[in-house]
Nanobody, 114 residues
Framework: QVQLLESGGGLVQAGGSLRLSCAASGSIFGFKGVGWYRQAPGKQRELVASIDTAGTTNYADSVKGRFTISRNNVKTTAYLQMNSLKPEDTAVYYC????????WGQGTQVTVSS
């Protein structure tokens, strides 16, 4: 079992930055891929960024060059550094471990004002 707890969300002006953290409990964290997803009101949940156990990263086209995903397996924590935020980045951001059938956090709200 893995429990995930996101933090770092909040309200920021367009062009600003936020850093999301996902603290995981459970020893399997280091053996699973990690992803950050987001869901805006009235929209489907979408994958924003992912990182596998080898550190290979993948990003949605909409965030490439602005967001950076990373992980620290010793601290069992994943991060999402978000720069140059846009109003369209407003959503609830969820941390995932182990794929869509794996484990999910409760989400953290990110609101970007114009």
């Amino acid at each position: 079992q893995v429990q995930l707890l996101e933090s770092g969300g909040g309200l920021v002006q367009a062009g600003g930055s936020l850093r999301l953290s996902c603290a995981a409990s459970g020893s399997i964290f280091g053996f699973k891929g990690v992803g950050w997803y987001r869901q805006a009101p009235g929209k489907q949940r979408e994958l924003v960024a992912s990182i596998d156990t080898a550190g290979t990263t993948n990003y949605a086209d909409s965030v490439k060059g602005r967001f950076t995903i990373s992980r620290n397996n010793v601290k069992t924590t994943a991060y999402l550094q978000m720069n140059s935020l846009k109003p369209e980045d407003t959503a609830v951001y969820y941390c995932n471990c182990g794929g869509t059938l794996g484990f999910w956090g409760q989400g953290t709200q990110v609101t970007v004002s114009s």
